[in-house]
């Protein structure tokens, strides 16, 4: 096959002699991970490879170059580190014998996953393969290229996130897709802004199918879990996976997008489920809406959303308060009461009044005409009554002289209330004035973004071990206290407590533990270790250990060594082995002939 001069970073066409890709900057002999295929080697007498993309405990996915179809690919290698290795300069896997089951059956299971995806490769908004085949130990699998960017990298450039209206619209398709997915019995468990493309052509794209183990904490596979849209069940190996898995992570992606802030990982919420209903971060976000998001992401399995179409269906249904506020000109869903099958519908049209209904009547019309002169009488004594500034969006309330609510204010007003600012006319100088409410415990940047409260807001951090970080411990105007229009208020907010445990690093890469340390407030600093104990890139040991606490009011830092492998003795890859593949290669040819079959038939 005649050599091709291609980028190995874009695949473009490289001019000779030319160092550095004038495209995407990659540098000609740039060095690579010893582990995984070198730039240049060619699959199957067909795809030429190119830069590492990126990988996982399942797998590796590099860009790739197809010399039939000329067309740039991507090129998934089933590689689980954990399970076996590759020799520098070599392009075959070695399996650990140790290991050998489990990589086998591993092998299966990734190949019947893609063979499964395969054959929805009619669907518009996933990434089916297009070819499949074995090759050095090991089984590939190639899609086609895909020119866009993640959902995560659409955000970046709309402000962080989107409105519900853009969403609606936005989304219906990957909920069609992943409802599909979910009858042809695959579950993703990675739906996160990462893993859906928009397209040049603005289509979005479901990508990053893995086998369950690959997305599950504590197995034998190195887990990639995305903190904030993994399910509480993939944290833990002995609980049941299933459709409502998936729904936990689209509704953790729908509250990223809504309020631009990434929900708590489900491991903080079982200790301490801080959180913050979608629509209280971002009020434009329908109230039905947030309440669904929210149930989507109940801690309980059982007790969420079960299936994408049952998701679909609350989200976009007509919730019961909104269909009470619309005008009788409008389009309604009503409930249709039950009918007595033993009676005619006309049954009762011309039947008169009765004299125990009329009486009924009568007495209502008196009622209501006494409860009409009560108020105007209480108005007409009341020489002190003052006037409500209502708040956007609350209902109007009765209010006793002094300003606190009346025994006779219907329940449903009462909870906005509570979180709103009451105000007053004072008799002094007739200007509006405000009581203050209670603000310990609530959320600083919830408050200090309201328009509910006509305050100056300033604030001091500090450190403190009885509030959440984040949260009002002080402030300068008591509760229950007037204060007049843009008043300035100091408030004390927490930094969390003084003394943070450690948290565990077990199976964390770095990445991963960083985030963690950072959303707990931890410092820390980064060192490497050589060992062959732990996979390279993952924490390896802390400076203490998980468990004990770090003095962060003293800024205390904790030294987080990553694992750095040992270079391979030469000797061992001449040394005699036992061949681990003995009555594999025919499994590898069998596993490529029905690929074949499977996706050409």
Excluded at 569 to 593: C, K, R
């Amino acid at each position: 096959m005649e050599r091709l001069n291609l980028c190995y970073g874009c695949m473009n066409p490289l001019e000779e002699g030319m160092e550095i890709c004038p495209e995407c900057g990659y540098h000609v002999g740039a060095p690579h991970l010893p582990s995984y295929l070198a730039p240049g080697v060619t699959l199957n007498d067909r795809y030429i490879i190119g830069k590492l993309k990126s990988y996982n405990g399942e797998s590796a996915e590099y860009i790739a170059f197809d010399t039939i179809t000329e067309t740039k690919v991507t090129v998934k290698e089933y590689m689980p580190d954990t399970l076996c290795s590759r020799e520098k300069g070599s392009s075959v896997i070695t399996v650990n014998p140790n290991y050998m089951p489990q990589y086998k059956t591993f092998l299966s299971e990734f190949v019947e996953l893609n063979k499964v995806l395969s054959k929805m490769r009619t669907l518009n908004h996933i990434n089916a393969a297009i070819d499949m085949f074995g090759d050095n130990n090991t089984a590939y699998v190639v899609f086609g290229y895909l020119e866009g960017m993640t959902i995560g990298e659409y955000l970046k450039m709309n402000a962080g996130e989107l409105e519900w209206e853009e969403v609606k619209k936005l989304f219906p398709p990957i909920f069609t897709t992943l409802s599909l997915v979910h009858n042809a019995g695959l579950v993703h468990r990675g739906i996160s802004p990462e893993n859906i493309i928009i397209t040049d052509k603005g289509e979005l794209k479901l990508i990053g199918f893995c086998i369950s183990d690959a997305r599950t904490a504590n197995t034998e596979l190195a887990s990639e879990i995305y903190n904030g849209y993994a399910a509480p069940e993939q944290y833990n190996p002995n609980n049941w996976q299933g459709t409502w898995t998936d729904v936990y992570g689209i509704s953790a992606l729908l509250y990223r997008i809504l309020t631009g802030v990434v929900p708590t990982d489900a491991t903080s919420r079982i200790s301490n489920d801080d959180l913050v209903e979608p629509a209280e971060l971002n009020h434009n976000i329908p109230r039905n809406v947030s309440k669904v998001i929210m149930n989507g992401l109940d801690m309980n399995g059982e007790m969420r959303i079960q299936t994408i179409t049952e998701l679909v269906t609350q989200l976009f249904e007509q919730p019961d308060y909104n269909s009470k506020r619309l005008s009788s000109s409008s389009t309604q869903t009503i409930t249709i009461p039950k009918q007595n099958p033993n009676r005619s519908s006309n049954s009762n049209k011309n039947k008169p009044v009765s004299r125990h209904g009329l009486f009924i009547m009568i007495m209502v019309v008196i009622l209501c005409i006494g409860m009409f002169g009560l108020v105007m009488l209480i108005i007409a004594l009341d020489d002190n009554s003052g006037e409500v500034k209502k708040n956007p969006g609350l209902s109007t309330f009765s209010q006793m002289s002094e300003g606190s609510v009346s025994e006779t204010t219907p329940l449903e007003t009462l909870a906005p209330v509570t979180e709103a600012v009451m105000t007053t006319t004072s008799s002094a100088d007739n200007g509006i004035v405000y009581v203050m409410n209670d603000l310990s415990g609530k959320n600083y940047e919830i408050v200090s973004k309201s328009d509910s409260y006509n305050l100056v807001f300033t604030a001091e951090f500090e450190y403190n071990d009885e509030f959440a970080k984040g949260t009002i411990f002080y402030q300068s105007i008591p509760a229950n206290e007037t204060y007049k229009e843009n008043s300035e208020i100091l408030v004390k907010v927490s930094l969390g407590p003084k003394y943070i445990e450690i948290p565990d690093y077990l199976t964390m890469d770095k990445k991963s533990y960083f985030d963690k340390l950072n959303s707990l407030g931890i410092k820390y600093e980064e060192a490497e270790l050589e060992t062959e104990d732990t996979l390279e890139g993952y924490v390896a040991k802390t400076s203490k250990e998980p468990g004990e606490k770090i003095d962060a009011e003293a800024g205390e830092i904790l030294t987080v060594y990553v694992a750095k492998n040992l270079p391979k003795p030469e000797t061992l890859a001449t040394e005699p082995f036992e061949d681990p593949f003995e009555g594999f290669t025919d499994t590898v040819a069998t596993i490529e002939e029905d690929i074949i079959i499977t996706i050409y038939d």
